[in-house]
Antibody, heavy 121, light 107 residues
Framework: QVQLQESGPGLVKPSQTLSLTCPVSGGSLRSGSYFWNWIRQPAGKGLEWIGRIFISGNTNYNPSLKSRVTISVDTSKNQFSLKLSSVTAADTAVYYC?????????????WGQGMLVTVSS | DIQMTQSPSSVSASVGDRVTITCRAS??????LAWYQQKPGKAPKLLIY???SLQGGVPSRFSGSGSGTTFTLTISSLQPEDFATYYCQQSATFPITFGQGTRLGIK
């Protein structure tokens, strides 16, 4: 059973960098069959896709966040990471990591439980 | 960006009812459409991918249809555990985008 779980600081100061990791258990990032995604959801609002990474290191980012986002993968730890720089209160949200099959014509089939990150001084 | 618009935004129904939610894309997306169910405090759960393929373990009362710009999610006979918020999502082009959600409540 594949499991993902977000980890990192739950409180980040404005203008600083939000950093989260997503260790994956029950499956290998090296499989080459999946994209590894970050998605966020402000309280009471809808879902926003942040970006994704493939095992090759190839990334795709949401243009609305691209200038501030870096997604990376660490195969030795079987995890992938998100960095979001210059955060403001608008970045306060529950952040999810999620898996997406390469050949499934869409759909995030496994998700982490979500982590609330609050941006506040 | 492709805009995904769901209707209705909210609906009330009773156990046993048949419910249909519509998702319209601002441009054609083929069948690159997924549906999710989200309950409060939980991560979304994949129900349907590729517009009409049922994700493993999802009850058969859930079905999806459509292609191009108009898609539907149908729950054939509502069960108590189905009251939740439902989202559609397209992955035809970047950025991947979601609908605004449809809240399904108890009548």
């Amino acid at each position: 059973q594949v499991q993902l779980q977000e980890s990192g600081p739950g409180l980040v100061k404005p203008s600083q960098t939000l950093s989260l990791t997503c260790p994956v258990s029950g499956g290998s990032l090296r499989s080459g069959s999946y994209f590894w995604n970050w998605i966020r959801q402000p309280a009471g609002k809808g879902l926003e896709w942040i970006g994704r990474i493939f095992i090759s290191g190839n990334t795709n980012y949401n243009p609305s966040l691209k200038s501030r986002v870096t997604i990376s993968v660490d195969t030795s730890k079987n995890q992938f990471s998100l960095k979001l720089s210059s955060v403001t209160a608008a970045d306060t949200a529950v952040y999810y990591c999620a898996r997406e099959a390469v050949d499934a014509d869409g759909g995030f089939d496994y998700w982490g439980q979500g982590m609330l990150v609050t941006v506040s001084s | 960006d492709i805009q995904m618009t769901q209707s209705p935004s909210s609906v009330s129904a009773s156990v046993g009812d048949r419910v249909t939610i519509t998702c319209r894309a601002s441009q054609g997306i083929g069948n690159y459409l997924a549906w999710y169910q989200q309950k409060p405090g939980k991560a979304p759960k994949l129900l349907i991918y590729a517009a009409s393929s049922l994700q493993g373990g999802v009850p058969s009362r859930f079905s999806g249809s459509g292609s191009g710009t108009t898609f539907t999610l149908t729950i054939s006979s509502l069960q108590p555990e189905d009251f939740a918020t439902y989202y559609c999502q397209q992955s035809a082009t970047f950025p991947i985008t979601f609908g605004q959600g449809t809240r399904l409540g108890i009548k």
